[in-house]
């Protein structure tokens, strides 16, 4: 107990420890709270994304079957409705590209690299794979493709962050995390050839 009225006051003072945890409090616990609620909003943000990667698997190897094509919409609806528990006004972007295969996906346009710089420069011929007339850092059609397809499969979700924190943190109120899966449609008829067709702009 503090004795404020001792004629040895500035010794009891210096010895007095009476409100010592309410500052000690208010020194941690933004801290612990901050350090607690990021914890939250990144344990949250990897149990959406396992969600996610989830049900963008499951869709895409519905999609692969012969009534894939016709059933896009519906498919992307229940990835959406998969996520609706964990992110209710989320956002869910789907993109499909199709490729001849496996080794296709994501590769860009070949183009013969005549100044030997890594670089596809508008001068060079190039290799147009996907019809549109024009070098392509990503050689697939858009679309689920057809038979023997390899499927790049996309889906982006955006949704507001369970901890309403994110100026304080340095993140936006909002996080949006993507997942793909690649995946070869069922062979359930030849697989259509492609036309590639070689440019040269000059």
Not at 6 to 22: D, F, I, K
Not at 130 to 136: E, I, K, L, T
């Amino acid at each position: 107990m503090c004795r404020w009225t001792s004629p040895w006051l500035r010794s009891n003072l210096a010895r007095c420890e009476r409100g010592v945890s309410a500052i000690e409090f208010a020194l941690i616990a933004p801290v612990f709270l901050t350090l607690l609620l990021g914890t939250f909003d990144v344990g949250h943000t990897m149990y959406v994304r396992g969600i996610l990667q989830g049900a963008i698997q499951d869709a895409g190897r519905d999609a692969g079957l012969e009534s894939g094509a016709n059933t896009v919409s519906a498919i992307d609806t229940y990835v959406a409705k998969q996520l609706k528990a964990t992110a209710p006004q989320g956002a869910v972007l789907t993109t499909r590209k199709n490729y001849q295969s496996f080794l296709d996906a994501g590769k860009p346009e070949d183009f013969v690299d005549a100044n030997a710089n890594l670089v596809y420069d508008p001068e060079e011929c190039f290799t147009d794979a996907n019809g549109n007339q024009q070098w392509d850092p990503d050689k697939g059609l858009s679309g689920q493709g057809g038979a023997d397809d390899v499927v790049v499969y996309t889906a982006t979700l955006t949704y507001d962050r369970i901890v309403p924190l994110g100026g304080f943190l340095g993140w936006d109120d909002t996080n949006t995390i993507s997942a793909s899966t690649v995946l070869r449609n069922q062979p359930f008829a030849d697989q259509a050839a492609r036309q590639e067709v070689q440019i040269c702009p000059n």
